[in-house]
Protein backbone atom coordinates (compact mmCIF):
# COMPACT_ATOMS: atom_id res chain seq x y z
CA UNK A 1 0.00 0.00 0.00
CA UNK A 2 2.68 2.45 0.65
CA UNK A 3 4.08 1.78 -2.68
CA UNK A 4 1.17 2.46 -4.21
CA UNK A 5 1.06 5.45 -2.31
CA UNK A 6 4.17 6.56 -3.40
CA UNK A 7 3.75 6.03 -7.12
CA UNK A 8 0.29 7.86 -6.78
CA UNK A 9 2.46 10.52 -5.60
CA UNK A 10 4.95 10.37 -8.40
CA UNK A 11 2.42 10.22 -11.05
CA UNK A 12 0.14 12.96 -10.09
CA UNK A 13 3.63 14.88 -9.89
CA UNK A 14 4.14 13.89 -13.53
CA UNK A 15 0.78 15.24 -14.58
CA UNK A 16 0.77 18.27 -12.24
CA UNK A 17 4.84 19.20 -13.96
CA UNK A 18 2.59 18.49 -17.27
CA UNK A 19 0.26 21.02 -16.83
CA UNK A 20 2.43 23.70 -15.72
CA UNK A 21 4.64 23.10 -19.06
CA UNK A 22 1.50 23.09 -21.43
CA UNK A 23 -0.37 26.82 -19.00
CA UNK A 24 3.26 28.31 -19.80
CA UNK A 25 3.44 27.39 -23.53
CA UNK A 26 0.33 28.51 -23.76
CA UNK A 27 0.82 31.77 -22.46
CA UNK A 28 4.24 32.06 -24.32
CA UNK A 29 1.73 31.39 -27.45
CA UNK A 30 -0.33 34.14 -26.51
CA UNK A 31 2.53 36.92 -26.04
CA UNK A 32 3.85 35.71 -29.04
CA UNK A 33 0.49 35.85 -30.95
CA UNK A 34 -0.20 39.73 -29.77
CA UNK A 35 3.17 40.58 -31.01
CA UNK A 36 2.78 39.39 -34.25
CA UNK A 37 -0.57 41.06 -34.35
CA UNK A 38 0.85 44.32 -33.08
CA UNK A 39 3.39 43.96 -36.09
CA UNK A 40 0.88 43.37 -38.67
CA UNK A 41 -1.25 46.09 -37.72
CA UNK A 42 0.68 49.26 -37.05
CA UNK A 43 -1.23 52.17 -35.65
CA UNK A 44 -0.16 54.34 -38.59
CA UNK A 45 0.50 52.16 -41.66
CA UNK A 46 1.97 54.19 -44.17
CA UNK A 47 -0.78 55.14 -47.18
CA UNK A 48 1.94 55.62 -49.19
CA UNK A 49 3.61 51.99 -49.39
CA UNK A 50 1.18 49.58 -48.14
CA UNK A 51 2.39 46.18 -47.22
CA UNK A 52 1.19 42.69 -48.07
CA UNK A 53 0.63 42.27 -44.05
CA UNK A 54 -1.90 45.39 -44.17
CA UNK A 55 -3.84 44.17 -46.76
CA UNK A 56 -4.26 40.65 -45.38
CA UNK A 57 -5.11 42.28 -41.95
CA UNK A 58 -7.79 44.62 -43.83
CA UNK A 59 -9.33 41.58 -45.59
CA UNK A 60 -9.24 39.81 -41.85
CA UNK A 61 -11.34 42.38 -40.97
CA UNK A 62 -13.63 43.52 -43.64
CA UNK A 63 -16.94 44.22 -42.50
CA UNK A 64 -20.03 41.87 -43.80
CA UNK A 65 -21.48 42.76 -46.82
CA UNK A 66 -25.08 43.15 -46.84
CA UNK A 67 -27.37 42.61 -50.05
CA UNK A 68 -29.33 45.57 -51.12
CA UNK A 69 -33.03 43.91 -50.37
CA UNK A 70 -31.74 44.00 -46.96
CA UNK A 71 -30.64 47.34 -46.59
CA UNK A 72 -33.34 50.52 -46.41
CA UNK A 73 -35.50 50.23 -49.56
CA UNK A 74 -34.34 52.97 -52.61
CA UNK A 75 -36.00 54.18 -55.50
CA UNK A 76 -34.10 54.28 -59.11
CA UNK A 77 -36.35 56.02 -61.60
CA UNK A 78 -35.85 54.20 -65.20
CA UNK A 79 -37.55 56.23 -67.78
CA UNK A 80 -38.48 54.78 -71.10
CA UNK A 81 -36.47 55.11 -74.31
CA UNK A 82 -38.87 58.29 -76.00
CA UNK A 83 -37.66 56.13 -79.44
CA UNK A 84 -37.32 52.68 -79.02
CA UNK A 85 -39.14 51.31 -75.85
CA UNK A 86 -41.35 48.91 -77.90
CA UNK A 87 -42.65 46.50 -76.45
CA UNK A 88 -42.64 47.87 -73.17
CA UNK A 89 -42.79 51.80 -73.19
CA UNK A 90 -43.49 52.06 -69.28
CA UNK A 91 -41.16 53.94 -67.10
CA UNK A 92 -39.85 51.63 -64.62
CA UNK A 93 -39.32 52.23 -60.84
CA UNK A 94 -36.43 49.94 -59.17
CA UNK A 95 -37.69 49.72 -55.94
CA UNK A 96 -34.57 47.70 -53.94
CA UNK A 97 -34.66 47.15 -50.02
CA UNK A 98 -36.70 46.64 -46.30
CA UNK A 99 -39.51 48.85 -46.30
CA UNK A 100 -39.33 51.27 -43.00
CA UNK A 101 -41.11 54.23 -42.26
CA UNK A 102 -38.97 56.56 -43.67
CA UNK A 103 -40.11 54.57 -47.58
CA UNK A 104 -43.58 56.26 -48.34
CA UNK A 105 -41.70 59.87 -47.80
CA UNK A 106 -38.72 58.44 -50.08
CA UNK A 107 -41.32 57.35 -52.47
CA UNK A 108 -43.39 60.52 -52.91
CA UNK A 109 -39.99 62.77 -53.22
CA UNK A 110 -38.94 60.44 -55.96
CA UNK A 111 -42.51 60.46 -57.57
CA UNK A 112 -43.86 64.07 -57.10
CA UNK A 113 -44.15 65.46 -60.84
CA UNK A 114 -44.14 62.29 -63.04
CA UNK A 115 -46.94 60.30 -64.11
CA UNK A 116 -47.03 57.34 -61.97
CA UNK A 117 -50.24 55.88 -63.95
CA UNK A 118 -47.18 55.00 -66.66
CA UNK A 119 -45.28 53.33 -64.56
CA UNK A 120 -44.19 49.72 -63.78
CA UNK A 121 -42.71 49.26 -60.25
CA UNK A 122 -40.03 46.65 -59.82
CA UNK A 123 -39.42 45.02 -56.54
CA UNK A 124 -36.70 43.63 -54.68
CA UNK A 125 -37.18 43.51 -50.86
CA UNK A 126 -37.23 41.16 -47.80
CA UNK A 127 -40.37 43.14 -46.68
CA UNK A 128 -39.98 45.48 -43.60
CA UNK A 129 -42.63 47.77 -41.75
CA UNK A 130 -46.32 45.98 -41.84
CA UNK A 131 -48.18 49.45 -41.50
CA UNK A 132 -45.87 51.20 -44.03
CA UNK A 133 -45.76 49.14 -46.55
CA UNK A 134 -49.82 49.22 -46.49
CA UNK A 135 -50.01 52.71 -46.95
CA UNK A 136 -47.81 52.44 -49.78
CA UNK A 137 -49.12 49.83 -51.68
CA UNK A 138 -52.62 52.04 -51.56
CA UNK A 139 -50.50 55.12 -52.94
CA UNK A 140 -49.78 53.11 -56.02
CA UNK A 141 -53.04 51.21 -56.53
CA UNK A 142 -54.86 54.15 -56.51
CA UNK A 143 -52.07 55.68 -58.83
CA UNK A 144 -52.93 53.23 -61.37
CA UNK A 145 -49.03 51.29 -61.53
CA UNK A 146 -47.95 47.86 -62.60
CA UNK A 147 -45.85 45.60 -60.31
CA UNK A 148 -43.22 43.01 -60.94
CA UNK A 149 -40.13 41.36 -59.57
CA UNK A 150 -37.19 41.77 -60.91
CA UNK A 151 -33.40 43.88 -61.03
CA UNK A 152 -33.33 46.39 -63.10
CA UNK A 153 -29.97 46.60 -65.55
CA UNK A 154 -28.80 49.61 -67.96
CA UNK A 155 -25.92 49.27 -69.88
CA UNK A 156 -24.58 50.98 -73.56
CA UNK A 157 -26.34 49.56 -76.49
CA UNK A 158 -25.31 50.39 -80.34
CA UNK A 159 -27.95 52.64 -80.54
CA UNK A 160 -27.33 54.50 -76.91
CA UNK A 161 -28.53 53.32 -73.34
CA UNK A 162 -30.61 50.12 -73.41
CA UNK A 163 -32.65 48.39 -70.51
CA UNK A 164 -33.50 45.72 -69.49
CA UNK A 165 -35.19 43.21 -66.34
CA UNK A 166 -33.55 40.80 -64.62
CA UNK A 167 -35.65 38.09 -63.50
CA UNK A 168 -33.91 36.11 -60.58
CA UNK A 169 -35.11 38.30 -57.89
CA UNK A 170 -36.87 38.12 -54.23
CA UNK A 171 -40.03 39.77 -53.02
CA UNK A 172 -40.35 38.45 -49.77
CA UNK A 173 -43.01 39.13 -46.83
CA UNK A 174 -44.52 42.49 -46.80
CA UNK A 175 -42.82 42.80 -50.16
CA UNK A 176 -45.69 40.35 -51.28
CA UNK A 177 -48.19 42.79 -50.38
CA UNK A 178 -46.40 45.27 -52.66
CA UNK A 179 -46.95 43.38 -55.51
CA UNK A 180 -50.57 42.83 -55.12
CA UNK A 181 -50.88 46.56 -55.32
CA UNK A 182 -50.39 47.01 -59.10
CA UNK A 183 -53.13 47.29 -61.40
CA UNK A 184 -51.31 44.79 -63.35
CA UNK A 185 -49.14 42.40 -61.69
CA UNK A 186 -46.33 40.09 -63.32
CA UNK A 187 -44.00 37.28 -61.84
CA UNK A 188 -41.33 36.08 -63.64
CA UNK A 189 -40.83 31.86 -63.65
CA UNK A 190 -37.39 32.81 -62.05
CA UNK A 191 -38.45 35.19 -59.71
CA UNK A 192 -39.02 34.36 -55.92
CA UNK A 193 -42.03 35.15 -54.32
CA UNK A 194 -42.21 34.16 -50.43
CA UNK A 195 -44.59 34.31 -47.51
CA UNK A 196 -44.70 34.26 -44.20
CA UNK A 197 -46.35 35.36 -40.72
CA UNK A 198 -46.47 38.80 -39.42
CA UNK A 199 -44.08 39.41 -36.21
CA UNK A 200 -42.61 41.86 -33.80
CA UNK A 201 -39.82 42.83 -35.51
CA UNK A 202 -37.18 43.32 -33.31
CA UNK A 203 -38.12 39.86 -31.71
CA UNK A 204 -38.20 37.40 -35.41
CA UNK A 205 -34.99 36.29 -34.74
CA UNK A 206 -35.40 34.75 -31.40
CA UNK A 207 -39.45 34.30 -31.82
CA UNK A 208 -39.59 31.19 -29.86
CA UNK A 209 -37.83 32.16 -26.62
CA UNK A 210 -38.50 35.70 -26.55
CA UNK A 211 -41.17 37.24 -23.96
CA UNK A 212 -44.36 39.49 -25.03
CA UNK A 213 -46.54 41.91 -23.43
CA UNK A 214 -50.32 41.73 -23.79
CA UNK A 215 -49.31 45.22 -25.94
CA UNK A 216 -47.35 43.24 -27.91
CA UNK A 217 -50.11 40.52 -28.94
CA UNK A 218 -52.65 43.67 -29.70
CA UNK A 219 -50.19 45.20 -32.39
CA UNK A 220 -49.80 42.14 -34.29
CA UNK A 221 -53.74 40.98 -33.85
CA UNK A 222 -54.51 44.76 -35.41
CA UNK A 223 -52.05 44.45 -38.14
CA UNK A 224 -53.32 41.24 -39.25
CA UNK A 225 -56.76 42.67 -39.25
CA UNK A 226 -55.49 45.50 -41.57
CA UNK A 227 -53.43 43.60 -43.51
CA UNK A 228 -56.56 41.25 -44.27
CA UNK A 229 -58.71 44.41 -44.95
CA UNK A 230 -56.04 45.48 -47.30
CA UNK A 231 -55.83 42.69 -49.40
CA UNK A 232 -58.92 42.50 -50.29
CA UNK A 233 -59.18 45.84 -51.40
CA UNK A 234 -56.52 44.98 -53.89
CA UNK A 235 -58.28 42.00 -55.16
CA UNK A 236 -56.41 39.16 -53.07
CA UNK A 237 -57.61 36.39 -52.02
CA UNK A 238 -58.48 34.48 -48.58
CA UNK A 239 -56.04 31.52 -49.57
CA UNK A 240 -52.94 34.30 -49.92
CA UNK A 241 -53.86 35.31 -46.63
CA UNK A 242 -53.82 31.83 -45.33
CA UNK A 243 -50.86 30.67 -46.93
CA UNK A 244 -48.75 33.94 -45.22
CA UNK A 245 -50.57 33.60 -41.76
CA UNK A 246 -49.61 29.71 -41.50
CA UNK A 247 -46.47 30.27 -41.76
CA UNK A 248 -44.69 31.06 -38.32
CA UNK A 249 -40.94 33.11 -38.51
CA UNK A 250 -39.09 30.50 -37.32
CA UNK A 251 -39.90 28.29 -40.02
CA UNK A 252 -38.40 28.95 -43.47
CA UNK A 253 -40.14 30.85 -46.07
CA UNK A 254 -42.60 29.55 -48.58
CA UNK A 255 -42.45 30.44 -52.01
CA UNK A 256 -45.08 30.12 -53.50
CA UNK A 257 -45.79 27.91 -57.09
CA UNK A 258 -47.19 29.24 -59.91
CA UNK A 259 -50.73 27.68 -58.84
CA UNK A 260 -50.28 29.22 -55.43
CA UNK A 261 -49.71 32.65 -57.04
CA UNK A 262 -52.47 32.47 -59.85
CA UNK A 263 -54.71 31.48 -56.60
CA UNK A 264 -53.46 34.38 -54.35
CA UNK A 265 -54.19 36.29 -57.40
CA UNK A 266 -50.70 37.86 -57.42
CA UNK A 267 -50.79 37.15 -61.18
CA UNK A 268 -52.89 39.02 -64.12
CA UNK A 269 -53.38 37.90 -67.44
CA UNK A 270 -54.28 41.08 -69.13
CA UNK A 271 -52.68 44.49 -69.06
CA UNK A 272 -54.75 46.17 -66.87
CA UNK A 273 -57.22 44.96 -64.89
CA UNK A 274 -59.98 46.05 -62.32
CA UNK A 275 -59.85 44.93 -58.84
CA UNK A 276 -60.90 41.23 -58.46
CA UNK A 277 -64.21 40.51 -57.47
CA UNK A 278 -64.74 38.63 -53.62
CA UNK A 279 -64.85 35.13 -54.14
CA UNK A 280 -65.50 32.24 -51.55
CA UNK A 281 -62.38 30.98 -50.08
CA UNK A 282 -61.20 27.76 -51.97
CA UNK A 283 -59.24 25.18 -50.75
CA UNK A 284 -55.01 25.32 -51.21
CA UNK A 285 -53.95 22.51 -53.02
CA UNK A 286 -51.47 20.52 -51.02
CA UNK A 287 -47.82 21.69 -52.46
CA UNK A 288 -44.81 20.26 -51.19
CA UNK A 289 -42.86 22.71 -48.92
CA UNK A 290 -39.45 23.74 -50.50
CA UNK A 291 -36.44 24.20 -47.97
CA UNK A 292 -35.26 27.78 -48.32
CA UNK A 293 -31.67 28.92 -47.52
CA UNK A 294 -31.17 30.90 -44.17
CA UNK A 295 -29.05 33.56 -43.98
CA UNK A 296 -29.34 35.98 -41.23
CA UNK A 297 -30.41 39.27 -41.66
CA UNK A 298 -28.56 42.32 -40.75
CA UNK A 299 -30.45 45.58 -41.82
CA UNK A 300 -28.65 48.78 -41.36
CA UNK A 301 -30.64 50.72 -38.37
CA UNK A 302 -33.96 52.68 -39.55
CA UNK A 303 -36.42 54.86 -37.67
CA UNK A 304 -38.96 52.45 -35.81
CA UNK A 305 -42.34 51.93 -36.72
CA UNK A 306 -44.73 51.19 -33.79
CA UNK A 307 -46.01 48.24 -36.02
CA UNK A 308 -45.49 44.16 -36.61
CA UNK A 309 -43.01 43.65 -39.34
CA UNK A 310 -43.04 41.10 -41.92
CA UNK A 311 -39.25 41.25 -42.14
CA UNK A 312 -38.03 37.86 -41.91
CA UNK A 313 -35.19 36.52 -40.09
CA UNK A 314 -34.08 34.40 -42.53
CA UNK A 315 -34.24 33.65 -46.29
CA UNK A 316 -32.84 32.92 -49.51
CA UNK A 317 -29.96 34.54 -50.95
CA UNK A 318 -29.74 35.30 -54.64
CA UNK A 319 -27.89 32.69 -56.20
CA UNK A 320 -24.32 33.89 -57.17
CA UNK A 321 -23.36 34.49 -60.86
Known sequence: MALLGSSDCRGWARIGAAV???????????????QASGAAQPSQPSKSQPSK????????????????RRQPMT?????????????????WIEAVGVITSDTPALFEKIATGRDLSMA????????????????????????????????????????????????????????????LSGKARVVPPEAHVRVHQIWMGDRANDAKT??????????????????????????????LL?????????????????AELKLGNLVTDEPVVADAPKS????????????????????????????????PPTGGAAPAE
Open 20 to 34: LFLALAGVAARQETA
Open 242 to 258: TLALSVPPWEPLHELSR
Open 280 to 311: EPVPVATVAKPIQDRVATAPAAVAPTKTAEAL
Open 75 to 91: FVWHAAPKDRCAPDCRD
Open 120 to 179: TVVLNSSGGSVLDALALGRVWRKAGMFTTVGQVIEKDGLNGRVRAIQPDAYCESMCVFLL
Open 53 to 68: TDHAADATHAPEVIEP
Open 210 to 239: ATYTAQDLMIVERDVGRLAKYTFDMGGTGD
